[in-house]
């Protein structure tokens, strides 16, 4: 079969790989992308995104107030511990101040700035109708400038030559086809959805795993880069991972599977133990410690238990809570061990502190006298019936991903740059994330690095 | 208390707005997740009350995360579209024509069929040479005749919405409320807001956003009210002034029928085409073949309206002015048991949701 010839080959169908497609698209390029998922699951982990964090000095249409750069900077600075590669963040930010003006020009829509999850609308502008509007608009976009999409391809393999691409070779439903381009960008995401790969790290632990988003972020790409001589990024070992519902499904679960009841109970494990401090600081700040919490449990798996008092004061979970009369009920009904939850709800009651109970603020609920003590939101567990939440790891992304340069140009171990292999998106989020994560982060990363990609891959 | 909607479709719409309760990327679309995100918990007047304030416009379905074939299966505009057409089942009176909501086409049939009958019956001669209609029908016979089956829907419909006020608002409009509120659920109706309420016009599918939906709805609803205004002043004309038809074609009933039915004839047909157009998976079937039989209902209404004008001075006038108010008959008659009622429980729905946003 003759390979099809293109000037661009876009490797992933999400937010970065179509970001690099029209960028190079509109610059005149002959783009096709390859996306592994079918087209009614297109759009890799973007179809589950809410919104973009971005600079802005002053309000705009869709953010309030102000947030420099040096403001986001710090952000990056404190959840990666300074994990992260300082000029290219600092360049992605700036880039960060216009992107949502670029994106509307691709028929993407914004939420007003004034609607919506208000606590966030400074710093994150909010996609209308969520990450799968934002990918039909980019793909209706594609369409419109001639873009080919091309779906279920999987890419099996990528034809160099010293550091330069030369072709990528997928398998459709069709059969195998070889794409031949004068650049490619890589958009392909993380290994988070590749169970015998998370089984390498993480062992027996990882079968009890729920991946948050898209069941086709294998990391096929990634592994193939790194075994053709890419220089890795971020560490191989860890991943993004918060408490879900134990009862989310194994994939593609998203936004919904959250719980947030934790802050305002306590968590046990299997053993009816407590384990961390519940009330360390407001939930969002903390919630993505909790899937590493659980993930160190015995059998991977944690309870949530509060009281009907606070019912009310989180968003309800899409999952029915467990409910029972009494700890002792609730315990048999979630098979902990019946005394050992009794004696943990006993010991707890009894070191809550008086107090003023409020869920808005670092409030003086606490316990004294308990390892560990609950430092906020303190309440005893007395008002029946008792609701549980089962809780699992339910992994995001991971960090593990190529070298880049401020091209966007894929590093080669010994420090040569790889002039016309672009990376884009989760694949090189490990450069400015090493680890930790803060809300809509990936998607400036995904727009940004996108962009940047498409632009060199179009000849510059 | 009225008999609820069905329940297997209650039960999907709860499922739906816990899911969707907890995803919220869709509260910017429209009045219905705003509404959504203020309850925990969905009773079976909650759902009607949502599905009653969706204007369908399909955003959230290709928005969806969780739509089909995602094992939640998440179809909030199908899902809502069904359970509005049951809520009319729900609402009619007298209960057994609520058939009428599952069968639209038996029902308009029948419906002109008695619509035939009754004009043939009172008509007293079908031979007169000029165009007087009291001479083929007399004035107070006619007036008799629809005012009678007129009086019939208003009770009916009003009896409805005591329904669905009962089960959907059972607090109801306060006294204290100002006159501010029900004036801004009246312009969200009349404008059609939340049709093009994101800035953009809804879709017809996946981002393909068009304005024709409400253009037509706008030509039948504005047509349907200046025929309304044209037998108004024509019943004013010859109540109070004793100016007998037949009227000039400058007056002003005829000069407001015209254009009513101008829009009645385009409006019906665009409306139609639309639906015709659109993704199927927006809509319950039901719902569509309520909205079409209405349609043709309006639009034949419209036609002959405008051929009997025409053509008044002709001596088979009898013969049309027979046909037309059969389907007259046939779409009053028809009023509380098809769509129409959908305007009925949409305003109620819009003017709770201003009386909610208020508190």
């Known amino acids: ?460 | 208390m009225a008999e609820t909607p069905g329940a297997a479709t209650l039960r999907k719409a709860e499922h739906e707005m816990v899911v969707c309760n907890a995803c919220r990327y869709c509260e910017a679309y429209c009045p219905v997740f705003q509404a959504m995100e203020q309850r925990v918990t969905f009773s079976s007047g909650d759902l009607t009350y949502l599905a009653n304030l969706c204007h369908n416009c399909g955003e959230c379905l290709y928005a969806c995360q969780y739509a089909p074939p995602h094992e939640f299966g998440i179809d909030v505009p199908h899902t809502l579209s069904t359970l509005r057409v049951e809520s009319y089942e729900s609402f009619a009176w007298p209960s057994f024509a609520a058939v009428a909501f599952r069968r639209p086409w038996i029902a308009t049939i029948a419906a002109l069929a008695v619509g035939v009958l009754a004009s043939a019956t009172a008509a007293r001669t079908l031979r007169v040479r000029d165009a007087d209609f009291y001479r083929v029908i007399p004035h107070d016979t006619m007036v008799l005749l629809f005012g009678i089956i007129g009086l019939f829907a208003v009770a009916a419909m009003a009896i409805g919405h005591r329904r669905f006020t009962a089960l959907a608002d059972p607090k109801g409009p306060r006294r204290s409320e100002g006159a501010g509120r029900s004036g801004q659920a009246t312009a969200d109706a009349l404008t059609l807001k939340h049709l093009h309420a994101t800035g953009e016009d809804c879709v017809d599918a996946e981002e393909t956003r068009r304005p024709w939906r409400r253009w037509m709805h706008h030509c039948t609803f504005y047509g349907f009210a200046l025929c309304f205004a044209s037998t108004t002043v024509a019943a004013i004309y010859h109540l109070l002034l004793g100016w007998i038809a037949p009227y000039a074609y400058t007056s002003v009933p005829v000069v407001l029928g015209t254009l009513g039915g101008a829009g009645l004839l385009i409006g019906p047909v665009g409306l139609f085409l639309v639906d015709r157009s659109r993704d199927p998976q927006l809509t319950d079937a039901s719902e569509r073949s309520l909205g079409s039989a209405f349609l043709a209902l309006l639009f034949l209404t419209s036609l002959t309206g405008l051929i009997l004008l025409v053509l008044r001075e002709k001596p088979y006038m009898p013969t049309l002015l027979v046909i037309h108010l059969a389907i007259v008959f046939a779409l009053f008659i028809t009023l509380p048991y098809g769509k129409f009622v959908h305007g009925i429980y949409r305003a109620a729905a819009l003017a709770k949701f201003r009386r909610e946003e208020s508190l």
Request: glycine share 12%; net charge neutral; proline share 5%.
């Open chain 1, 1 to 460: 079969m003759i390979p099809e010839s293109y000037d661009v080959a876009v490797l992933g169908g999400g937010n970065a790989a179509l970001c690099a497609a029209l960028v190079a698209a509109d610059r005149g390029a002959r783009v096709v992308v390859l996306e592994r998922a079918p087209r009614e699951f297109r759009g890799g982990n973007s179809r589950h995104v809410r919104n973009i964090r971005c600079m802005h000095a002053v309000p705009t249409d869709v953010l309030t107030d102000a947030y420099t750069e040096d403001e986001f900077m710090a952000d990056v600075l404190r959840v990666t511990g300074g994990i992260t590669n300082e000029t290219l963040a600092r360049m992605m930010i700036r880039a960060s101040a216009d992107a949502t003006r670029r994106m509307n020009r691709f028929g993407v829509r914004f939420q007003p700035s004034l609607r919506g999850t208000l606590h966030l609308g400074r710093t994150n502008a909010f996609f209308l109708g969520g990450g799968k509007a934002l990918m039909n608009s980019a793909y209706a976009h594609a369409g419109r400038l001639g873009v080919r999409v091309i779906y279920n391809a999987e890419v099996v393999g990528l034809t160099m030559r010293d550091a330069r691409f030369e072709s990528a070779t997928v398998r459709t439903p069709d059969g195998e086809a070889t794409f031949q381009a004068k650049a490619v960008v890589l958009a392909a995401g993380g290994f988070e959805s590749n169970l015998e790969w998370l089984a390498d790290i993480w062992g027996e632990a990882a079968k009890n795993f729920i991946v948050r988003g898209t069941p086709y972020n294998t990391g096929t790409v990634l592994r193939l880069m790194l075994d053709a001589g890419a220089e890795p990024v971020g560490d191989p070992t860890q991943c993004h991972a918060v408490a879900i519902d134990a009862r989310a499904p194994k994939f593609d679960g998203g936004i919904v599977t959250r719980l947030d009841s934790l802050p305002l109970g306590i968590v046990v494990n299997k053993y009816g133990d407590r384990f961390y401090d519940e009330g360390e600081d407001y939930w969002p700040k903390r919630y993505a410690i909790w899937g590493r919490l659980v993930a160190q449990q015995p059998d991977q798996i944690a309870y949530s238990i509060v009281d009907s008092k606070v019912v009310h004061r989180f968003i309800p979970s899409v999952f029915p809570p467990i409910v029972a009369a009494s700890i002792r009920e609730l315990a048999a009904s979630i098979d902990v061990p019946t005394g050992t939850l009794a004696a943990t709800v006993e010991r707890f009651n009894s070191a809550v502190r008086p107090g003023t109970f409020d869920h808005q603020a670092l409030d003086d609920c606490r316990t004294e006298g308990l390892v560990p003590n609950k430092t906020h939101w303190a309440q005893r567990l007395d008002t029946p019936p008792f609701l549980a939440y089962p809780l699992r790891p339910g992994i995001t992304f991971t960090y593990l991903g190529v070298k880049v340069d401020e091209r966007a140009r894929v590093v080669m171990k010994g420090g040569g740059v790889a002039e016309n292999i672009f990376a884009a998106g989760e694949i090189m989020a490990g450069n400015i994330l090493g680890r930790g994560y803060v809300a809509g982060v990936g998607m400036t990363i995904g727009t940004v690095f996108g962009e940047i990609a498409g632009k060199g891959a179009a000849g510059g």
